[in-house]
């Protein structure tokens, strides 16, 4: 007998026991934005391959190993989206949406790349971007990381540590990467084969390295802090001056690069040691010439990204409950005359309480069989529609998690009231 299908390694479903935690975290995430003023903007999972080879940077390990790259049937190369800021970049240049205006704009989604899967990096993964446009100022820098330590209030999180650098602007960079380099070739004995493959395409990305055995390597390594411009000098010193006041705690990591080329200025990450290796639950960074890198407007931009799955991973250890997706009230029917007249109050009693959760009970079965179904379901209301119900134009309201198991006969309309006032009691009924 052949085997079922099977999802695609590193690509996986979020079943309907973890999918409560999933919601409550994205309307947290939701309603922080909000606050602040970002609005959605909802992007293509699949972009021009171009698109991530002119942003990200074609000697990035995304473009040269990760991204699920494919040629459509008009022979366009094509790419499943690997990151979401240069599709937002797009769609901001595109439909004219920087034009003498600033914008604070959100998305959330899948992203897609090919690594080796591990616990909290998967080839399927979801992530929350945040981008703002039109702001050059470390202010804007200053309310995304205060966005982001709100968030962390929200959530109940408090294992995780804000790691801030700079990378300063593109002149400065590239004459740091040329004292980088001089420092690695006179170490390129001790450098792995890794290493060894950026020196000459990301030298940067050495810094970034894991490798235990690298540590010696990289402590003796040129600061690129030492060596800021004037300006992401200033921009840094007055984004920290914010920090201290708005009483966000920070480290100074000297060694924190970003993977994608497009980055300058400020870059942070939010870390925790909670999650093992994958350590890293939000990263972002200032990027004021990427737009121009894509053939639009000289406007500079900022943002970060939630890893999602990470969140969700720390949540659950937490014991987040999640939200709460059982049904308010289950509706037992007996009798074909109560099979006809269920659906109608089903239908009635959702026209009137647009928040009531309401499972109705189809399939067939006598009532033990139903009533087993309704206290399973996590309801705490029973309502049982029977021959004597429909006969006097009643329902009985059975609360399922009273040990009393109180029963109250109702017309329908004290029966909505009854529920009504349940509802506007308390959030969870």
């Avoid at 409560?20 to 391959?49: C, F, M, N």
């Avoid at 928040?355 to 087993?372: E, Y």
Wanted: charged residues 25%; proline residues 4%; negative net charge.
């Amino acid at each position: 007998m052949p085997k079922p299908f099977q999802a695609v390694r590193g690509m996986n479903d979020i079943l309907p026991a973890e999918s409560a935690l999933w919601q409550s975290l994205e309307t947290t995430v939701r309603d922080v934005l909000a606050a602040y003023g970002y609005h959605e903007i909802r992007l293509p999972l699949v972009e021009k391959t171009e698109l991530f080879a002119r942003s990200i940077g074609e000697v990035t390990d995304i473009v040269e190993k990760e991204m699920y790259t494919f040629a459509d049937r008009n022979g366009e190369s094509l790419t499943l989206r690997p990151e979401g800021t240069a599709g937002c970049a797009r769609a901001c240049i595109e439909h004219g949406l920087l034009h003498n205006q600033t914008q604070r704009l959100w998305y959330v989604g899948p992203m897609f790349r090919y690594e080796k899967p591990q616990k909290g990096r998967y080839r399927q993964f979801h992530q929350v971007g945040a981008e703002a446009y039109g702001m050059a100022g470390p202010d804007i820098d200053a309310e995304l990381i205060c966005l982001s330590a709100r968030l962390w209030r929200q959530l109940g999180i408090g294992d995780v540590v804000l790691q801030l650098n700079s990378l300063g602007s593109s002149a400065a960079r590239a004459a740091y990467r040329e004292r980088l380099v001089a420092y690695f070739e006179t170490r390129r004995a001790e450098l792995d084969e890794d290493s060894r493959r950026r020196l000459t395409t990301n030298p940067l990305r050495i810094l970034d390295s894991k490798n235990p055995a690298m540590r010696a390597v990289l402590a003796g390594a040129p600061v690129l802090l030492d060596h800021l411009d004037a300006d992401s000098q200033a921009h840094f010193e007055e984004l920290r001056a914010m920090l201290d006041a708005a009483g966000v705690a920070y480290e100074i990591n000297p060694r924190l690069v970003r993977g994608l080329d497009y980055y300058c200025k400020t870059v942070f990450e939010w870390v925790t040691d909670t999650l093992g290796a994958q350590g890293t639950i939000c990263a972002g960074g200032r990027y004021d010439g990427l737009l121009e890198q894509l053939d639009g407007p000289a406007i500079p931009g900022v943002g970060f990204a939630l890893g999602l799955e990470r969140l969700v991973a720390m949540l659950a250890a937490a014991g987040h409950p999640g939200a709460d997706a059982n049904p308010h009230a289950y509706l037992i029917m007996v009798g074909d005359a109560a099979q006809r007249r269920g659906l109608a109050l089903a239908e009635r009693l959702r026209d009137q309480l647009p928040a009531l959760r309401l499972r109705m009970h189809c399939g067939g079965g006598g009532f033990k069989a139903q009533f087993r179904r309704a206290d399973h379901s996590g309801a705490r209301f029973a309502l049982i529609l029977g021959e004597d119900e429909v006969r006097t134009g009643t329902v009985a309201l059975k609360l399922l998690r009273d040990p009393d198991g109180q029963q109250l006969t109702l017309s329908h309309d004290q029966a909505a009231a009854h529920l009504c006032a349940a509802l506007d009691s308390t959030s969870r009924i």
